[in-house]
């Protein structure tokens, strides 16, 4: 009589040698070749770093190319510990590798211990053409895309330099892009306000955002702030974003912005706009300066030009805004320089682009200190606004 599947399985087990998942992690740290053997989809769904992955079907073809050295110690793992088993036996007995373990238990019981797992990602067959010019470009790739579609983006202002930088990173494949806006699309912001429209006067900024937004990419969730920013929600609100983009239009903001952000260790992509003139920077928090390094107080009241309605040239928000949008890619690719310690000022009369390096305050009432030592009664200490604006005149 023939004996059954299970004897087999046994008789072969007692002929190799298994080892446990806590020494398997010891060894693979030692140099021991790890061998996922289990089918592709199952590899993809999450294997151990650094696995190599040769299928069982296909052991007796691509072993070689995958562990050419017969005396290299190979430990072969499947899901539950009886596939590797198999495989050890037929790599021992049959292709000549001297030093071959089989892990028991399995991925299973490797991940039941808490031990790391892989989970490699893939892109769609629709995200690879979507984005196939990224996935052209070496500092971006199928890497740096994933990268994008990962990352958290906060708008502060669906504004002139939200605007194009919502339509931009919303087009690069920004996952998630928060949109923090109170007001509702006026008649006037049109002239550069391009994520709105005109059948949407009236409608809130960040719904009308949000409309736009899905409607050049679908693979973006919209998260939205219809308030307006302070003390009692900053916080809370920037919490878990990987970058700010600044679009605010007024100081006191603007210092509760950094103070916060520094707080939490965001970076913030900051720029300001006024009639022909625009200035760029990326405050990276202990990294380089923070806007009160730069601007330990506010300008004169008179001159902010926060208050009122102010003139600028309609595109100027348009180049500013898709700088940041610029900038907030490569911190989250984390390719080439970003201004960080740089201050990037355009004048668009004169078509000239300055930058100046702007160093860290050893004094920085804020980034000078212990992030954990800022209380929240210190963020954002700054004269009354309504006071402020009303000096202005
Ligand atoms: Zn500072």
Sequence with gaps: MSPSGPDVIKQIRSQIDEVDPAEVQRQAANGAVLVDVRETEEFEAGHIPG????????????IETAVPDRDAHVILYCASGQRSALAAHTLQE?????NVESMTGGITLWK???????????????????????????????????????AKVLLLGAGGLGSPAALYLAAAGVGTLGIVDNDE???SNLQRQVVHTTDRIGVPKVDSAE??????????????????????????TIEGYDVVVDG???????????????????????????????????????????????????PPAELAPSCGANGVLGVLPGVMGLLQAT?????????????????????????????????????????SRDP????????GVFPDYEAFCAAAG
């Design 94 to 98: 049959l292709l000549g590798y001297r």
């Design 185 to 187: 699309v006026d008649l």
């Design 112 to 150: 039941d211990r808490g031990y790391d797992v892989d989970v490699p990602r893939t892109l769609s067959r629709e995200q690879r053409e979507r984005y196939s010019r990224h996935l052209l470009v070496p500092e971006v790739g199928v890497e740096g895309q994933q990268k994008l579609l990962d």
């Design 372 to 379: 954990d030592s800022i209380s929240d009664e210190e963020m």
């Design 327 to 367: 900038e907030a890619i490569k911190l989250i690719i984390g390719q080439g320089d970003p201004l960080i310690g740089r201050l990037l000022l355009y004048d668009a009369l004169g078509a000239t682009f300055t930058t100046v390096k702007v160093n860290r305050d050893p004094e920085c009432p804020i980034c």
């Design 211 to 236: 409309e736009t937004v899905t409607a050049i990419n679908p693979d973006v969730k919209v998260v939205k702030y219809p308030v307006r920013l302070d003390a009692s929600n900053i916080m809370e």
């Design 248 to 298: 605010l239009d007024n100081f006191p903001t603007r210092y509760l912005l950094n103070d916060a952000s520094v707080r939490l260790r965001i970076p913030v992509v900051s720029a300001a706009i006024l009639g022909f003139d625009g200035q760029l920077s990326v405050f990276a928090p202990y990294e380089g300066p923070c806007y009160r390094c730069l601007f330990r107080e506010p």
């Design 51 to 62: 696995a190599k992955h040769v299928p069982r079907g296909y052991l007796e073809s691509r």
